[in-house]
């Protein structure tokens, strides 16, 4: 068992910053992007802020619409993209282009989910303060969801960890590429176990992070 | 007290409803209503849930938008203000909440120093304003605490200090005394008292407990399926619909002949 470690040790090392890169850009770009569109659907929802019904259920479709592709498939799909921003549609790059448009969603909704889960008569005791809706979203909704916001980011992380190993079965790079390739195609089955404990030390790690940042925000 | 009288009313509404449209079809929270209250005055609106006292009151500071009428308080006409002077106007009208809705990730003072970080007031200005108003309502030595570490009673003494750290013409109280117990509910209401007496602030207050409008108001609507009932004079109650009359009883304390508003017995 430890000799496949000594052997692919090298690949394993390669394989593990590559899932690392991927999941890190996947998540820069679900919290830049995917953060605000939570905003918005948010505001924009039912009973609130800036309620705009018809530009609410138009922007919930398309998040609706985005979720529901099968994962590898939103990865064919986004080859042409992929190909004009990265130059190619293979390694971790590139593999990062398709799991970032998975995760722009899925955190939007999450963050959603976070900002309704904030108590409404907090926002009215701030406009009844005299607060601008601006001041409301970075005084009170985005720091009294703080905690929530930091569990969805957990989640995300570690749903997007899981997601990187798929990507693996299009040629991404990282841990599930090394699981496939040689795990699974050349039967080197001590490297799919070291695969799959090195995920399982990822997926560990990250949620002990995420408990204790979550842990360490709230107040309540 | 005798140059306010003739002063300004410190909150007129005039032909103010509000209709909330819900999956049920549109619902008359409030029908039109008039309503001049003087400053300095101690107003009370009674009725049970549902009556639209809420409704209102929130309608005081446009905390909902009225469908119908004008709302003017503390000199100016809250339905004609663009959004800015409207966020400046209810820096003079304070509020407090029957579940306090304190921010839970600040401390006390950083509740009640919340109230002029909005308004623009520099850091230094507002911890020092914040702890004195603190200090107004007796937690000077709460000042680092968080909300979770309070209890109910301080809770709602540090909202109280954040409605007057802007020192507000008119603080509005939406059932702040219904999530306490009775000893704690009786010192909010002294303090408020005290507060109407020494500052002479408007105050209206929103309750079903026909003891708290008794205790603190001068005068109180009765009100019911989205209308005010009547007006009865605390100093003097002598309600004419039996819904005040039940109010009255319940304040002198049931008996086996007390008569529900719907006549039932």
Known sequence: MFDALVQYGDLLQKAIWETLLMVGITMGVAIIVGGPLGLVLYLTGRGGLMERRWFNEVLGYAVNALRSFPFIILLVILIPVTRFLVGTSIGPRAAAVGLSVAAIPFFARLVEQSLRDVPRGVVDAAISAGASYAQIVRLVLLPEAMPALVSSLTITAISFIAYSAVAGAIGAGGIGDLAIRYGYYRFETEVMIWCVIVMFVLVQLTQWLGSWAARAVDKR | ?265
Not at chain 2, 140 to 161: F, H, M, N, T, W
Not at chain 2, 163 to 174: G, S
């Open chain 2, 1 to 265: 007290m005798t140059a306010r009288a003739n002063a300004a009313p410190a909150i007129d509404m005039r032909n103010v409803s509000k209709r909330f449209q819900t999956e049920a079809g549109p619902v008359d929270a409030l029908r039109p209503t008039d309503l001049t209250i003087a400053p300095g005055e101690i107003v009370g609106l009674l009725g049970f849930s549902g009556a639209g006292k809420s409704t209102l009151l929130r309608l005081m500071n446009m905390l909902e938008t009225p469908t119908t009428g004008v709302v003017q308080v503390a000199g100016a006409d809250l339905t004609s203000l663009g959004e800015a002077p409207l966020r400046r106007q209810r820096r003079k009208i304070g509020m407090i909440f029957q579940l306090f809705n304190l921010l839970s990730h600040e401390t006390a003072l950083g509740n009640v120093a919340f109230a002029l970080r909005v308004a623009g007031v520099g850091r230094r200005e507002r911890r020092e304003r914040a702890r004195e108003a603190l200090k107004v309502v007796g937690l000077e030595d709460k000042v680092d605490a968080y909300p979770a570490q309070l209890s109910g009673g301080q809770r709602q003494r540090v909202a109280i200090a954040r409605a007057l750290v802007n020192e507000p013409d008119v603080l509005l109280c939406d059932e702040a005394t219904s999530a306490l117990d009775p000893h704690t509910s009786l010192s909010i209401l002294r303090f408020l008292k005290r507060l109407n007496a020494e500052r002479g602030t408007t105050i209206v207050i929103v309750t079903h407990d026909i003891k708290v409008a008794d205790y603190v108001c001068q005068r109180c609507a009765i009100m019911q399926d989205g209308a005010i009932r009547e007006w009865i004079d605390m100093s003097d109650p002598r309600p004419a619909s039996p819904l005040g009359q039940f109010f009255l009883e319940t304040a002198k304390g049931w008996t086996d002949e007390t008569v529900l508003p719907d006549g039932s017995a």
